[in-house]
């Protein structure tokens, strides 16, 4: 059981950068047991937004690759406590919606996959970045 951010749910659903899909794609061969908050839903749906206005994506692709994303998280979506996001957004300076997901890890007492260094660097207790965890056999 890991918690992932919505950056490697990207990486495994949207085709692009090779190098991140393919450490996405280990990270879920490894542990397919993924969890977030439900804050990844608003998240990923601002990511296609963006590779739709860049034409990057059709929007029927985007319409399948939502669909897809959310029958993996389907009963893996989780409601974060505001004490605990605001609590640790006090100890750092990552933002409220980082924190979420350093909150749900805390939570399950699991480890947060993510691509972000700024997350990794203030809470390496809790989190890994992506490409060190899909290489740990």
């Given at each position: 059981m890991i918690v992932v951010d919505t950056n490697v749910l990207a990486y495994l659903f949207i085709p692009g950068n090779?190098?991140?899909?393919?450490?996405?794609?280990?990270a879920?061969?490894?542990?397919?047991?993924w969890y977030a908050p439900y804050l990844w839903r608003s998240e990923f749906r601002n990511i296609l937004?963006?590779?739709?206005?860049?034409?990057?994506?059709?929007?029927?692709i985007a319409l399948s690759v939502m669909r897809e994303a959310e029958s993996l998280m389907q009963l893996r979506?989780?409601?974060?406590?505001?004490?605990?996001?605001?609590?640790?957004?006090s100890q750092s300076t990552c933002s409220a919606y980082d924190c979420e997901f350093?909150?749900?890890?805390?939570?399950?007492s699991t480890v947060l996959v993510t691509s972000d260094k700024k997350i990794v660097k203030q809470f390496p207790e809790n989190a890994v970045l992506l490409k060190d965890?899909?290489?740990?056999v």
């Open positions: 090779e190098v991140y899909t393919s450490a996405a794609r280990s879920y061969c490894k542990d397919p047991d937004a963006l590779y739709l206005r860049q034409g990057l994506l059709t929007y029927d979506e989780y409601r974060v406590p505001s004490l605990d996001v605001l609590s640790l957004v350093v909150a749900l890890a805390r939570n399950f965890y899909s290489q740990v």
